[in-house]
């Protein structure tokens, strides 16, 4: 009887040390994701109060499009847009929106998980001839450029008067010849998912 209790007890034991092994490898293993996913919510994603100001000039508050956790959100930058008095005309106003983007995140901006894809070559310049007047030429064709970037671009322009009927961004290359004029809208699917940018483009007509 001792023997076969004996026998029972280790068989009992072992059981026991499996159970607790495979429990233990299952609290290690859901360690794995939680630790991995954890990053992206750092990133707090709140758009701080402007610290760039641009010397000499007047200086208005603008919004631009940064990226933070895969999207696209607006915050506030201090720029110079001529005189106060006088509507800037659209494409100086793209310029200074398109510098903006270019700059590298405000220390407050890059804490709250901001960044920036629109890179230094990018440039921006009016119509063509030929072209509506709305419509803006850029350094390179808008399906050359990185679909995030061309997002912050499209998002920046659309909540200004650069945009035209509907919001509509108008944007071509620089060959008026070889670069047909496509139409962007900053929707809410491309703030939520700005890769769908450089496909989004409609043909000016």
Known sequence: ???????????????????????????????????????????????????????????????????????????????????????????????????????PPTAAEAAAGFSTAVEDWVEISGPAKDDPDSALRLSRPPEEIQSLALAQIVCTLADTTVAGDGGKVVLGGPDSQRDPLKAYQCTEEMRRNPVIAVNSGVLVS
Do not use: F, H, N
């Open 1 to 103: 009887m001792s023997a076969r209790w004996s026998r029972s007890a280790a068989a009992l034991l072992l059981a026991g040390a499996v159970a607790l092994s495979a429990a233990g490898c299952g609290i290690r293993g859901t360690s794995v994701p939680v630790d991995a996913g954890a990053g992206p919510s750092r990133a707090s994603c709140r758009a701080p109060e402007s610290e760039r100001a641009a010397e000499g000039m007047s200086r208005g508050s603008v919004r631009i499009y940064l990226l933070c956790s895969s999207r696209v959100l607006s915050v506030s930058r201090t720029t110079r847009l001529g005189d106060e008095k006088t509507s800037p005309e659209p494409v100086r106003v793209a310029q200074a929106l398109l510098e903006q983007l270019r700059l």
